[in-house]
């Protein structure tokens, strides 16, 4: 398991943090200027701009000889998915009900058989055995109608019911989720890397650029980390799991560093009018 962060993530965490607040749209000087802090060339971020507008991500419209960039409707829905993993915290209210589902897709469709996995893995689901997958929480809203969408929702049989054995809930976990200790140490890493930048800009150490670099990379590692994380009920994780720890930094970060931060983004993003005023 990899923590490195893909460039994709970090424009859509720009977007939702920074952006979208301020009208949704961005010229791409400013983006450029924006993404420098983070060690992105000019020509870098072109590059991930045609990408993400290649794959319906972003639109761009043209004012003089000026690009300006804006989510579509597809890239607002990663930016909510995005935002939703990042508020996942694991529930210490869980009632003790696993939800099981389970599903025979014929070989011929193996294609969707494998959407469905990965749409299962996305939903905090675990693989207990051969197509049978657990987790201590409901199916999500849109599960009928996306399985519907590929074509598998007639393969599929959903059940909401008791643990009776003869596991221990602990060996569920570990068969089902086998990912739980490689997240740990990811948790563990960002706690590791985020917690001096905390430190210095307590100490004053740390200018609006360096603020706004560190707001960003914070927030934009956490998404990468909790993309991996099931966000199991507290009595379910692991002993000294590091996730609590992390998402209390986290969370101290995001407040602490976003008045500097702000001030660093406002003073080089651009709308079509100008620079905002300060």
Not at 187 to 193: Q, S
Not at 199 to 220: I, P, S, V, Y
Request: include cysteine; charged fraction near 25%; aromatic fraction near 10%.
């Amino acid at each position: 398991m990899d923590s490195q962060v893909h460039p994709d993530t970090v424009v859509f965490t720009l977007y939702g943090q920074y952006v979208l607040p301020r009208g949704g749209e961005i010229w791409v000087g400013s983006l450029i200027h924006a993404l420098a802090p983070l060690g992105f060339s000019a020509g870098a971020v072109r590059t991930v701009v045609s990408r993400m507008k290649r794959k319906g991500h972003l639109e761009n419209r043209q004012v003089g000889r000026r690009s300006f960039y804006r989510l579509s409707a597809m890239g607002l829905n990663e930016i909510r998915w995005g935002g939703d993993r990042m508020r996942a915290a694991p529930d210490s209210q869980w009632d003790g009900q696993w939800t099981v589902v389970t599903y025979s897709v014929p070989e011929k469709h193996r294609g969707r058989r494998d959407t469905l996995r990965w749409m299962l893995h996305v939903w905090g689901f675990g693989a207990l055995a051969p197509g049978t997958w657990v987790s201590p929480g409901p199916l999500p809203p849109e599960a009928e109608k996306d399985c519907r969408a590929i074509g598998v929702w007639e393969y599929v049989e959903v059940f909401r019911a008791g643990h009776l054995g003869p596991s221990r809930p602990g060996d569920v976990v570990a068969r089902a989720w086998p990912q739980l200790e490689a997240l740990g140490d990811l948790y563990r890493t960002y706690i590791a890397r985020h917690e001096p930048a905390l430190c210095n800009f307590k100490a004053g150490r740390l200018d609006d650029e360096q603020c706004f670099a560190a707001h960003l990379q914070c927030m934009c590692e956490f998404v990468a980390v909790t993309l991996h994380d099931p966000a199991l009920p507290s009595r379910l994780l692991p002993a000294n799991c590091p996730r609590p720890a992390a998402q209390l930094l986290f969370e101290e970060m995001k407040q602490a560093l976003k008045k500097p931060a702000e001030r660093f983004f406002d003073s080089i993003y651009e709308t079509t009018k100008g620079l905002i005023p300060q």
